[in-house]
């Protein structure tokens, strides 16, 4: 079968799973492919989860750490996962250089909720940070276990997000911390007031029995500020990462709000390639849940 006949088929494929939402992501989507098949290269789907949590240890004074599960159903990806069976055989059975990467989000605790374990001593950091790289490989270990016992994603790969970091580290000197603390005086400037005014709008509500913080009590409007600023400084520099680090990747959007996490990753790759990373929303668009 000829490049051009793969392409057209593959992004027929795309089309029929994939939600058009207006925001330029199908030309980037078509790009990536038809930049793999003429290579003969991975098309890399790229698949977000978050570690499932204990909330009531997030401010453990002691064992902080435990607040990374080790369960881990009940994921985010969970409901998901029956669709990206069918569409991951779809698309391999018309071009099998079609990769899945499902990366755990792990650091949250440590960029965004701890605010990098500030309350403790350097030495002290360096012990609870070492703790929870054992919480996160471990949950690493029973995620890969569950994906394997229950759904059939054959070559699926499953990436920590504090291990990759490490990795890149390792290979260039590069440290997502150094470019993390460059980037988050300035996040302000890269969304729209609605944009931080809307996150805190959800968040403030889900503390308490039934909520997302299931054990926790709500923490100052001012932590939560700086929780969100954070949060948007951490998406923003991923998403750079991933653009630079995983050719033709294609990130598949699972999260709540979709287009406003979309638009989380885009701007520092924005700003120094003028492009953006593509997005698939294989699972629909929601724009009013939260995670």
Request: hydrophobic share 35%; charged share 25%; net charge neutral.
């Amino acid at each position: 079968m000829n490049e051009e006949i793969i392409v057209k088929q593959l992004q027929a494929a795309v089309k029929k799973f994939n939600i058009e939402t207006g925001h330029g992501f199908s030309e980037l989507v078509t790009n990536a492919i038809r930049q793999a098949v003429s290579t003969n290269q991975q098309v890399q789907l790229l698949l977000f989860t978050c570690s499932t949590i204990n909330s009531g240890f997030m401010f453990s004074k002691t064992e902080p750490w435990e607040y990374v599960s080790l369960d881990p159903t009940g994921n985010n990806l969970e409901v998901d996962l029956p669709r990206m069976e069918q569409i991951l055989k779809e698309l391999r059975d018309i071009y099998k250089p079609i990769d899945l990467t499902i990366i755990i989000g792990n650091t949250d605790p440590y960029y965004m909720y701890l605010r990098q374990l500030v309350d403790f001593g350097p030495s002290e950091r360096v012990r609870i940070l070492g703790q929870f790289a054992k919480r996160w490989k471990e949950y690493k270990s029973q995620l890969e276990k569950w994906l394997r016992e229950n759904y059939s994603l054959p070559g699926a790969r499953v990436v920590s997000w504090y291990q990759l970091e490490k990795d890149i580290m390792t290979r260039s000197g590069r440290s997502f911390e150094t470019e993390f603390n460059l980037v988050l005086p300035k996040i302000g400037t890269y969304f729209e007031p609605a944009d931080f005014e809307w996150e805190m709008g959800k968040l403030v509500t889900h503390f308490g029995p039934g909520k997302y913080f299931a054990n926790l009590e709500r923490p100052p409007k001012v932590l939560l500020e700086e929780w969100i600023r954070r949060k948007f400084a951490e998406y923003a520099l991923q998403g750079k990462w991933l653009y630079e680090h995983y050719p033709n990747a294609i990130l598949v959007q699972n999260e709540k709000p979709s287009e406003l996490r979309s638009k989380m990753y885009q701007p520092l790759i924005a700003e120094k390639y003028g492009v953006g990373l593509p997005v698939a929303y294989f699972f629909g668009v929601d724009n009013a849940g939260y995670q």
